[in-house]
């Protein structure tokens, strides 16, 4: 039979067990801060932990990301290369090192290091934009191309970093090509792609081409897009430009409500592009679009309702273009119940000068199919662009101005009076 253990001897392998467990705790616990701390500082979070390749992978980033003391390239290399012992499949130590001797000079080593970190993952950040840019340098647009796309999906935020290189890759007919083969896909990137060429003069007339032979697509161009393109045009006061590519937005549905104000009876159909209905969130009142055949006793328009509140301006606007001359402006109206404490009106300014070129109120109570017109004129190239707007007289949203009842506005229209 075989010996009991002495009390000594078991008391021995109690301590030995409880030390072990403790070694095991501390270790665990000094792993689990490491890890709790390897983002925002990874030296500590090194030095509790020094097979910790986040913290490493970071401290290195900010080293070399460092603008007021020069990293010491070398030692960072060193760092690195000595994470591949613990992490051999980690494309980002891969590409850290790439980045490292690139800025050493080494462009060839450089790119072959973040060839394999492309290898290990396609959507490694860094390696993808430096290869990006390699691939418009030595003027391989299509790869270029085919690069970003991929970037982009992965890291939609990362748009602003490669946009100031879209303008090269659009200006040579192969990087043109594969833009519009990868929108014409349906591209994530492709809203983003239109809203940054509407910025610059140069961009609005790629944009321009882009939409025209998007145009004719299994993937036309989206509203969105478009309004991209038009308030760019805007933006740089090419109005007409904006409004042409407005008239060559619209469906065969929308050219039928076409006129110098577009959509004159109020149709319920809203592109969210200038020139048409702006409809704006505004206390105090709701804005309906209806057709007769939808509206309640077959009066479609436009129905305005006051909540018995103070009205400061109203939700209702559209950007209109009237060329130098004579016009009448007309509104067919109903109401019912209709208070206003404070004036309603239509309002014509020109977008690029203070004040008013035409108002006309609207009367309040109860009446049907009322018709108010204003007869102004529009001089010479000083007002390209106007602004329609349906608002109050109130400067101050006061509760002794409670505007209530409901309007509604059968048709709006403009017409051009004989000179």
Request: hydrophobic residues 40%; contains cysteine; aromatic residues 10%.
């Amino acid at each position: 039979m075989m010996e009991q253990a002495s009390p000594l001897m078991q008391n021995l392998r109690r301590s030995v067990v409880w030390f072990v467990a403790s070694v095991l705790v501390l270790v665990a616990s000094s792993i689990g801060l490491s890890r709790f701390l390897e983002t925002e500082t990874p030296a500590a979070s090194l030095d509790l932990d020094p097979f910790n390749v986040e913290a490493l992978i970071a401290e290195i980033t900010s080293d070399l990301n460092d603008t007021n003391d020069a990293p010491d390239l070398d030692a960072l290399v060193a760092k690195a290369r000595g994470a591949l012992a613990f992490d051999i499949a980690d494309a980002r130590l891969y590409s850290l090192i790439g980045e490292i001797k690139y800025r050493q000079g080494e462009k060839g080593e450089a790119y072959e290091l973040f060839d394999q970190a492309r290898k290990l993952s396609k959507t490694e950040i860094h390696a993808l934009r430096r290869s990006i840019g390699r691939s418009v340098e030595t003027g391989n647009l299509s790869k270029a191309v085919a690069e970003i796309d991929t970037l982009l999906r992965r890291w939609p935020d990362q748009f602003p970093a490669i946009a100031d290189g879209l303008p090269t890759i659009l200006s040579n007919s192969d990087g043109y090509q594969a833009v519009l083969i990868a929108i014409r896909a349906e591209a994530p990137w492709r809203a983003s792609l239109f809203a940054a060429l509407g910025k610059t003069p140069e961009g609005l007339d790629t944009a321009d081409r882009l939409l025209l032979d998007l145009a004719g697509s299994s993937t036309p161009p989206k509203s969105s897009e478009l309004s991209a393109v038009i308030s760019g045009y805007i933006g740089q006061k090419e109005y007409g430009a904006a409004y042409r590519l407005f008239l060559f937005s619209l469906s065969d549905q929308e050219r039928k409500l076409g006129g110098y104000i577009f959509n004159s009876t109020f149709e319920p159909i809203f592109s969210g592009k200038p020139f048409d209905w702006q409809l704006r969130d505004q206390s105090g009142l709701e804005i309906a679009f209806a057709t007769s055949q939808d509206a309640v006793e077959g009066e479609g328009g436009a129905t305005v309702r006051f909540l018995n509140t103070p009205v400061k301006n109203t939700a209702l606007q559209q950007l209109i273009e009237l060329p130098p001359g004579s016009y009448k402006i007309s509104l067919i109206a109903s109401a019912r119940s209709l208070k206003l404490p404070k004036e309603l009106f239509w309002a014509i300014k020109c977008v690029d000068q203070a004040g008013e070129i035409a108002r006309f109120n609207i009367s309040e109570g109860t009446y049907n199919r009322q018709s108010f017109s204003y007869n102004f004129s529009v001089g010479s190239a000083s007002c390209p662009l106007q602004l329609l707007r349906l608002q109050t007289a109130a400067i101050a949203e006061s509760w002794r101005f409670r505007y209530v009842g409901t309007l509604v506005m059968h048709k709006l229209s403009i017409e051009r009076l004989p000179s």
